[in-house]
């Protein structure tokens, strides 16, 4: 059983930074797709970056530029590095593993972008 747990959400400031984690548990967290993906209130879920076992990277245009995706295979992470942070990108966050028979998300933490 894989499980995915977020952290690093809080409350920051406009132009502000805040490094998100996700901690896999399990071995096969290397080979398969690393997802980010952000849900506000009222809209619908939407990806934000994801990463491929080969270190691919995909960003939606409303990061790209401001926001950095990793892994760090060896401590079954996936990070999400965001930078000059604005209101709209204030969302629950959520960590998603693709691949093969495996579609996981973790429980997700709260980015709030306010002053």
């Known amino acids: 059983q894989v499980h995915l747990v977020e952290s690093g959400g809080g409350l920051v400031q406009p132009g502000g930074s805040l490094r998100l984690s996700c901690a896999g548990s399990g071995s096969i967290f290397s080979g398969y797709r690393m997802g980010w993906y952000r849900q506000a209130p009222g809209k619908q879920r939407e990806l934000v970056a994801h990463i491929t076992g080969s270190s691919t990277t995909y960003y939606a245009n409303s990061v790209k530029g401001r926001f950095t995706i990793s892994k760090d295979n060896a401590k079954n992470t996936v990070y999400l590095q965001m930078n000059s942070l604005k209101p709209e990108d204030t969302a629950v966050y959520y960590c998603?593993?693709?691949?093969?028979?495996?579609?996981?998300w973790g429980q997700g933490t709260q980015v709030t972008v306010s002053s």
């Open positions: 998603n593993l693709y691949g093969g028979v495996f579609d996981i």
